[in-house]
Every structure is written in structure tokens, then in C-alpha cells.
């Protein structure tokens, strides 16, 4: 069907160069026509190609400014060492990527279960007034700054975790992860909600003409079947809690020391480059570990995009 | 419930329906309160930060300028660069993503070349804000020496919406029905007429969404505007000058809360949030209403 309409697509663009092949006396309306034509898809090529540049050029910068680290500090410190102390030439950056993904986990373990559940419900359970109205309100939420969770994070669950807990400070990876929970779960839901949405009726229908109900007809059949879908929204979600900034560091505290436990003031590569960088001088060590740390995330990004490709090529070939 | 009557049966599947139909029941009753609770859970505390902010809302708070020390500080200068930087983003960005996006859609061949630009665009939508804030730095503080802008932030939030722009231009022109197509060629129209004329005026719906999510979400970027315009503003209102630092309204929220000494700081922030919240909403429905309500009519 696709390749059909890409053949249609091809023969459709050879029918806009009949204007070449037209005779008559109209040549400069011909000509002009050409010309806007062939100088209008030179604009397109090169906004392409810019968009290409850009992030090649975020990489390359990112990388020859971060490589510099190595220059006074060792591969093995920077990646090895949990030793934080850039005053004293000690640049362990081991705390802010175990920080990173510590956060990241923590946030999916409660958000996929919950983002699943309201998923099914959205597809699978609500009547349809309730659908249509809850569809659009997850959209709205997906669009709500992160600084404002960031700022719930720290005027709500802050001293609500602190009543809770008993403790002098609640700073840290549990708010945190409850926070960027608050923030990735709607982006979770619809995506898994449109994949489960996109389950045929027919798969259903034989689920229930076997004799299942709706418990088991979601857990045997409409989420297996969507699965590649829900894992693609969980990527989403994940790429979007390991790169978020201002809400975290709001509520993690801040502190260049490794968490050993929920509630220790900590602190994530993204955190760290937000509080640090505004004071440090660009021509220093301390300034290229900052975008070293920069580029990690980048490259764990990339390899996240990379990873969903492959899961849509393979899906794309089996089905 | 009747457990004890059902074992009793000669059928095994008789238990076995009984269970199952009381694992459905909890299923589906938990699947409801899950979904309601959360759902209410997070509308409700957002609905609490407008209650808390909305009305204490003055004009003269939206209009005068922050303070440093004394209370009483309003947010004027942070709402106008919030509107101004995304202004100029979205005119640096809107332009080359939407040609990058009809590129991809109607000109773009199919080969390995073209599928890794593709590879490229997804790619630059997943780098973490907080890169394109450190990418600014290194382009206009360090090489072009200009300092922390209004110009630096705009082009550095131009270059995050970019791949959102394309991404939402190559789906929508790619949605429209090649039939379409077909006749404007068949009525003799060239390719740019076609596109002009045909694709994305159809498209314009999908467009215009696009655009809103991608203005919605640069306006209340932080981590890019902290990096490149920084934490302070000129202090004169109606500041158009490219070169002078542009604090935004999210940016003066988040240094509100946790750097600045003003006494009533609290109230300041409680205030901006609902501003923030009330703008990104209203951004998100204004211009999405007409076109909700038009494809319901011509659906109907």
C-alpha cells in the first residue's frame, strides 16, 4: 500500500515538470515559474541541511570543549571517582551520573505502572464523553513548564514529604523522582494510549469470542500487542526525565555528595551544569568537565533516538 | 462471595470463570480509581497554584518593574521578554522548519541520505534543553563575545523549536490525500503552486497545532533562557534592544524562589506561576478552539 503510494507520489512529481515540456510563447511566465520553482526547493535543501548542521554543530562543539577535561583530569577520575571538589582540582563526576541514573529509574519505576493503568483506562474503560474529555486535558499537561512542577515540587511535596517523613530536609531523589513522575506521566499515557487505541477491533472481538473477559483480554491480548508502542512512550518519557533540568533542581538539593539513600540532598549531570556554569570561567577545567558532562548526556540521548529506530524498523519488517 | 456454591460445581471452568470474573472486577475497579485519582491528583494541585495566584493579581503587578530588595515588585520586564524571545524565536525557526518539513515531505528522495537527515531531526528533538543552553554559551558568549542577550536566547530556543517545527510540518503535508495532490497537478499547477496552493492550506490545521505546542513549550523554556539571556533584565520596560539580558517570566520564577531576598517573595512567585500557567494555557486552547470546532463541522 505505501510502496503504491510512493509510486503514485513519483508520478504525481514528474507531473509537475510537464511545465518544462509545454510549448508556446509564454516562455518568461516558463521561465519564472522555473525559476521560483528550483529556487524555492534550494531553500527547502538547505533548511534541511541546516537543521543537520545545527546539531552537528552542538556536537562538535560539545565535544572539543568537554574533551579538553582530559587534559589535567584523568579518564578514570572523571568517570571513576565520586569525588566532587572543583576548588581543589578534584573533578569526579561518578555522583551526578549515578545521580542521573538513579533519578531516571526511580522515576520510571513509579511512573510506568501508573501511565499504563491511566493508558488502558483512556483506551480501553471510560465511556466516550469521558475519553474526549480527558484526552484533551492530558494534552494540556504535557504543555505545562517544567519550572512550574519544579516549583509544586518545592512549595507542595517538599513539605508535605517532610510531615511525612519526620525529617529536617526532604530534598532529594525520592521528590525529585516524584516531581519528574508528575511531569513524564502524561506524555506516557497518551503515547501508550494511542498505541493501545491502534490495537485492531478484530484482536479483541477473538479475545472475547473465546470466552475471556476484559481483564484478561487487556493483559493477554490489547498490551501484548501494543507493546512496542508502550515501550517507544516509556523512551519518550525517559529521555525527557534524564534531560530535565529546572524541576530537579528545585528539588534535589544540590549537593555534590552521592546519594545513599531517598531523602540525601544530591545532585544529576543536569542539575549540576544549571547551578555551576553562570560562575565558572570558560578557559577552565572545571568549565570543560561541566561540558563533558553536557556531552555524556547527549550521547545518552542519541543513543535513546537510535534505539527507538531500531525498534520501529523491526516492528516495521514483522508486521 | 459465592465461592463456596461455585467449587461445588461439576464444571472446572466454573471456579475458574468465578475468579477470573473477580480479578476483572478489581481490574477494572482499580483501573477507574487510578485513573480518576491521578488524573484529579495533578489537575487539582495545578488548579490550586492558579486559586492561589489568580486572584491576587493586579495589573500593576504585571506591569511595574521587579525589585531587588523592597517589596512590592512586579514582573513587567520578565512577561515582555517572555513574549518578545519567543516573538523573535518562533519568526528565526518557523521559516526553516517549515521548509525543512516540506523538504522531508514532498521533494526529499528515498534513500539512506535522507534517512539519516531524518535520524538527524529526531535526534535534535530528544538533546536535552539544558544542551542547546550550553551550545548558546559556547556560540555567542565565547566565540562571538556578545554576552548573555535577548539575540543569543531567541536563536538558541530558535534552534530547540527547529525539530519540532520540522517534524510537525513533514507529518501534516505528508497527511494530506494524494488525490488533492494529483488534481492541482492535473489542472497544470507546478510544484511550488501546488504546495502554496494546495498542501498547506489543507495541512494548516495540523500546522497550527504544531505551532502552538512548539510556542506553548519555548515559553516556558527556563534551562535554555537561564544559560543564554541570563537571570537579569535591563530594568526599563519595553526593552527592544536585541543586546540587553532577557530574563523570561519562567526564568524570573525559578530565581524568585530560590535566589532572591525580597521579602514577599513567595507572593511574587505564587503570582508568576498562575500568570505562567494561565499563558501556556491559554496559548494551547485560543488557537487550537476555531480549529477544533472547524474540523467537527466539516466532519459532521
Same mark, same amino acid.
Request: aromatic share 10%; with cysteine; glycine share 8%.
Given at each position: 500500500?505505501?510502496?503504491?503510494?510512493?509510486?503514485?507520489?513519483?508520478?504525481?512529481?514528474?507531473?509537475?515538470?510537464?511545465?518544462?515540456?509545454?510549448?508556446?510563447?509564454?516562455?518568461?511566465?516558463?521561465?519564472?515559474?522555473?525559476?521560483?520553482?528550483?529556487?524555492?526547493?534550494?531553500?527547502?535543501?538547505?533548511?534541511?541541511?541546516?537543521?543537520?548542521?545545527?546539531?552537528?554543530?552542538?556536537?562538535?562543539?560539545?565535544?572539543?570543549?568537554?574533551?579538553?577535561?582530559?587534559?589535567?583530569?584523568?579518564?578514570?577520575?572523571?568517570?571513576?571517582?565520586?569525588?566532587?571538589?572543583?576548588?581543589?582540582?578534584?573533578?569526579?563526576?561518578?555522583?551526578?551520573?549515578?545521580?542521573?541514573?538513579?533519578?531516571?529509574?526511580?522515576?520510571?519505576?513509579?511512573?510506568?505502572?501508573?501511565?499504563?493503568?491511566?493508558?488502558?483506562?483512556?483506551?480501553?474503560?471510560?465511556?466516550?464523553?469521558?475519553?474526549?474529555?480527558?484526552?484533551?486535558?492530558?494534552?494540556?499537561?504535557?504543555?505545562?513548564?517544567?519550572?512550574?512542577?519544579?516549583?509544586?515540587?518545592?512549595?507542595?511535596?517538599?513539605?508535605?514529604?517532610?510531615?511525612?517523613?519526620?525529617?529536617?530536609?526532604?530534598?532529594?531523589?525520592?521528590?525529585?523522582?516524584?516531581?519528574?513522575?508528575?511531569?513524564?506521566?502524561?506524555?506516557?499515557?497518551?503515547?501508550?494510549?494511542?498505541?493501545?487505541?491502534?490495537?485492531?477491533?478484530?484482536?479483541?472481538?477473538?479475545?472475547?469470542?473465546?470466552?475471556?473477559?476484559?481483564?484478561?483480554?487487556?493483559?493477554?491480548?490489547?498490551?501484548?500487542?501494543?507493546?512496542?508502542?508502550?515501550?517507544?512512550?516509556?523512551?519518550?518519557?525517559?529521555?525527557?526525565?534524564?534531560?530535565?533540568?529546572?524541576?530537579?533542581?528545585?528539588?534535589?538539593?544540590?549537593?555534590?555528595?552521592?546519594?545513599?539513600?531517598?531523602?540525601?540532598?544530591?545532585?544529576?549531570?543536569?542539575?549540576?551544569?544549571?547551578?555551576?556554569?553562570?560562575?565558572?570561567?570558560?578557559?577552565?577545567?572545571?568549565?570543560?568537565?561541566?561540558?563533558?558532562?553536557?556531552?555524556?548526556?547527549?550521547?545518552?540521548?542519541?543513543?535513546?533516538?537510535?534505539?527507538?529506530?531500531?525498534?520501529?524498523?523491526?516492528?516495521?519488517?514483522?508486521? | 462471595?459465592?465461592?463456596?456454591?461455585?467449587?461445588?460445581?461439576?464444571?472446572?471452568?466454573?471456579?475458574?470463570?468465578?475468579?477470573?470474573?473477580?480479578?476483572?472486577?478489581?481490574?477494572?475497579?482499580?483501573?477507574?480509581?487510578?485513573?480518576? *485519582?491521578? %488524573? =484529579?491528583?495533578?489537575?487539582?494541585? &495545578?488548579?490550586? $497554584?492558579?486559586?492561589?495566584? /489568580?486572584?491576587?493579581? #493586579?495589573?500593576?503587578?504585571?506591569?511595574?518593574?521587579?525589585?531587588?530588595?523592597?517589596?512590592?515588585?512586579?514582573?513587567?520586564?520578565?512577561?515582555?521578554?517572555?513574549?518578545?524571545?519567543?516573538?523573535?524565536?518562533?519568526?528565526?525557526?518557523?521559516?526553516?522548519?517549515?521548509?525543512?518539513?516540506?523538504?522531508?515531505?514532498?521533494?526529499?528522495?528515498?534513500?539512506?541520505?535522507?534517512?539519516?537527515?531524518?535520524?538527524?531531526?529526531?535526534?535534535?528533538?530528544?538533546?536535552?534543553?539544558?544542551?542547546?543552553?550550553?551550545?548558546?554559551?559556547?556560540?555567542?558568549?565565547?566565540?562571538?563575545?556578545?554576552? *548573555?542577550? %535577548? =539575540?543569543?536566547?531567541?536563536?538558541? &530556543?530558535?534552534? $530547540?523549536?527547529?525539530?519540532? /517545527?520540522?517534524?510537525? #510540518?513533514?507529518?501534516?503535508?505528508?497527511?494530506?490525500?494524494?488525490?488533492?495532490?494529483?488534481?492541482?497537478?492535473?489542472?497544470?499547477?507546478?510544484?511550488?503552486?501546488?504546495?502554496?496552493?494546495?498542501?498547506?492550506?489543507?495541512?494548516?490545521?495540523?500546522?497550527?497545532?504544531?505551532?502552538?505546542?512548539?510556542?506553548?513549550?519555548?515559553?516556558?523554556?527556563?534551562?535554555?533562557?537561564?544559560?543564554?539571556?541570563?537571570?537579569?533584565?535591563?530594568?526599563?520596560?519595553?526593552?527592544?534592544?536585541?543586546?540587553?539580558?532577557?530574563?523570561?517570566?519562567?526564568?524570573?520564577?525559578?530565581?524568585?524562589?530560590?535566589?532572591? %531576598?525580597?521579602?514577599?517573595?513567595?507572593?511574587?512567585?505564587?503570582?508568576?506561576?498562575?500568570? /505562567?500557567?494561565?499563558?501556556?494555557?491559554?496559548?494551547?486552547?485560543?488557537?487550537?478552539?476555531?480549529?477544533?470546532?472547524?474540523?467537527?463541522?466539516?466532519?459532521?
Amino acid at each position: 500500500m505505501i510502496e503504491m503510494n510512493q509510486a503514485v507520489q513519483t508520478a504525481s512529481a514528474e507531473l509537475g515538470n510537464s511545465i518544462r515540456t509545454g510549448s508556446g510563447k509564454s516562455f518568461d511566465r516558463r521561465a519564472r515559474l522555473r525559476w521560483a520553482n528550483s529556487a524555492f526547493r534550494i531553500a527547502c535543501i538547505a533548511a534541511a541541511a541546516f537543521v543537520c548542521l545545527v546539531l552537528f554543530g552542538i556536537l562538535f562543539l560539545m565535544f572539543r570543549t568537554g574533551v579538553l577535561t582530559f587534559q589535567e583530569v584523568s579518564f578514570a577520575e572523571f568517570f571513576f571517582s565520586a569525588d566532587w571538589d572543583p576548588e581543589n582540582g578534584r573533578y569526579g563526576a561518578l555522583l551526578f551520573i549515578f545521580g542521573t541514573v538513579a533519578l531516571t529509574a526511580l522515576t520510571l519505576l513509579i511512573s510506568v505502572p501508573f501511565s499504563v493503568l491511566i493508558a488502558v483506562f483512556l483506551a480501553e474503560v471510560t465511556p466516550k464523553w469521558l475519553r474526549n474529555l480527558l484526552r484533551p486535558v492530558l494534552d494540556l499537561l504535557v504543555g505545562i513548564p517544567s519550572v512550574v512542577y519544579g516549583y509544586l515540587g518545592l512549595t507542595v511535596l517538599i513539605p508535605w514529604l517532610r510531615d511525612m517523613t519526620g525529617k529536617d530536609l526532604a530534598d532529594g531523589l525520592l521528590a525529585a523522582a516524584i516531581v519528574l513522575t508528575i511531569m513524564v506521566l502524561p506524555t506516557i499515557s497518551r503515547v501508550s494510549d494511542d498505541a493501545i487505541s491502534a490495537v485492531p477491533k478484530k484482536y479483541r472481538d477473538a479475545s472475547y469470542a473465546l470466552g475471556s473477559n476484559r481483564f484478561q483480554t487487556i493483559f493477554r491480548v490489547v498490551l501484548p500487542a501494543s507493546s512496542r508502542g508502550i515501550v517507544y512512550a516509556v523512551i519518550l518519557g525517559m529521555a525527557r526525565a534524564i534531560g530535565e533540568t529546572m524541576a530537579v533542581v528545585m528539588v534535589i538539593g544540590n549537593t555534590a555528595q552521592i546519594a545513599d539513600s531517598l531523602f540525601t540532598p544530591t545532585a544529576v549531570l543536569t542539575s549540576n551544569i544549571v547551578m555551576q556554569i553562570s560562575s565558572v570561567e570558560f578557559e577552565s577545567t572545571w568549565n570543560y568537565a561541566l561540558y563533558m558532562m553536557g556531552f555524556l548526556l547527549l550521547v545518552i540521548s542519541l543513543i535513546m533516538i537510535v534505539a527507538v529506530r531500531f525498534l520501529q524498523k523491526r516492528g516495521v519488517r514483522e508486521s | 462471595m459465592n465461592e463456596s456454591t461455585r467449587s461445588e460445581a461439576p464444571y472446572s471452568f466454573g471456579k475458574r470463570n468465578s475468579s477470573s470474573a473477580l480479578y476483572d472486577r478489581i481490574f477494572t475497579g482499580l483501573v477507574w480509581g487510578i485513573g480518576i *485519582l491521578v %488524573i =484529579l491528583f495533578i489537575v487539582g494541585l &495545578l488548579f490550586m $497554584l492558579l486559586k492561589n495566584g /489568580l486572584p491576587k493579581l #493586579t495589573w500593576d503587578f504585571l506591569y511595574s518593574i521587579p525589585s531587588e530588595i523592597e517589596e512590592g515588585g512586579g514582573i513587567g520586564p520578565a512577561l515582555f521578554n517572555s513574549f518578545y524571545l519567543l516573538a523573535i524565536s518562533l519568526i528565526i525557526s518557523i521559516p526553516i522548519g517549515l521548509a525543512a518539513g516540506i523538504y522531508l515531505a514532498e521533494f526529499a528522495p528515498n534513500n539512506k541520505l535522507i534517512d539519516f537527515v531524518r535520524i538527524c531531526v529526531e535526534g535534535l528533538s530528544s538533546v536535552p534543553s539544558i544542551i542547546f543552553g550550553l551550545f548558546g554559551i559556547a556560540l555567542f558568549v565565547e566565540m562571538f563575545q556578545i554576552g *548573555l542577550t %535577548i =539575540l543569543g536566547g531567541a536563536i538558541s &530556543l530558535a534552534f $530547540l523549536n527547529l525539530p519540532m /517545527l520540522t517534524r510537525i #510540518t513533514e507529518e501534516s503535508i505528508r497527511a494530506v490525500p494524494v488525490e488533492m495532490k494529483n488534481a492541482s497537478f492535473a489542472l497544470g499547477s507546478t510544484h511550488l503552486q501546488t504546495i502554496r496552493k494546495v498542501l498547506v492550506p489543507v495541512a494548516l490545521n495540523g500546522l497550527v497545532t504544531g505551532i502552538c505546542l512548539t510556542a506553548g513549550r519555548a515559553f516556558g523554556e527556563s534551562a535554555v533562557i537561564i544559560l543564554t539571556a541570563g537571570v537579569t533584565t535591563s530594568g526599563v520596560m519595553w526593552d527592544f534592544n536585541l543586546f540587553s539580558p532577557g530574563e523570561t517570566l519562567a526564568v524570573h520564577l525559578w530565581y524568585v524562589q530560590s535566589e532572591a %531576598i525580597v521579602p514577599d517573595a513567595q507572593e511574587i512567585a505564587q503570582k508568576a506561576t498562575s500568570v /505562567l500557567i494561565f499563558i501556556v494555557l491559554l496559548i494551547n486552547i485560543v488557537f487550537r478552539v476555531p480549529l477544533w470546532l472547524n474540523s467537527r463541522k466539516t466532519k459532521s
